[in-house]
Nanobody, 123 residues
Framework: QVQLVESGGGLVQAGGSLSLSCAAS????????MGWFRQAPGKEREFVAI????????DYADSVKGRFTISRDNTRDMLTLQMNSLKPEDTAVYYC????????????????WGQGTPVTVYS
């Protein structure tokens, strides 16, 4: 059973930074793309970032490009989202996700297994 446990969320002032982590367990992950989604209050869940199985390919939603960085450490089965220059519109619950098919790079196939970690950005 796949388990993804997010952490690192919190309350931060606009312009600040947060680093989210996702600890993965339940199977091997070093052949699977992983990523992040978020869901703001009253809004639909949206894609944030994706990282390939080796970490050499990444992609981001336009709204976070240049501010967020996704990375992974396959030796620790850990995924990270470094968020800089945060804005109030980044306020959301952030979810970690993983693909079920190896060696595929497309965020539409990512599946969420965790409970999410809340991020609140105040101005």
């Amino acid at each position: 059973q796949v388990q993804l446990v997010e952490s690192g969320g919190g309350l931060v002032q606009a312009g600040g930074s947060l680093s989210l982590s996702c600890a993965a367990s339940g199977r091997t992950f070093d052949r699977y793309s992983m990523g992040w989604f978020r869901q703001a209050p009253g809004k639909e869940r949206e894609f944030v970032a994706i990282c390939s199985w080796t970490g050499d390919r990444t992609d981001y939603a336009d709204s976070v490009k240049g501010r967020f960085t996704i990375s992974r450490d396959n030796t620790r089965d850990m995924l990270t989202l470094q968020m800089n220059s945060l804005k109030p519109e980044d306020t959301a619950v952030y979810y970690c996700a993983v693909d079920s098919i190896a060696l595929r790079f497309d965020y539409i196939y990512l599946e969420i297994w965790g409970q999410g970690t809340p991020v609140t950005v105040y101005s």
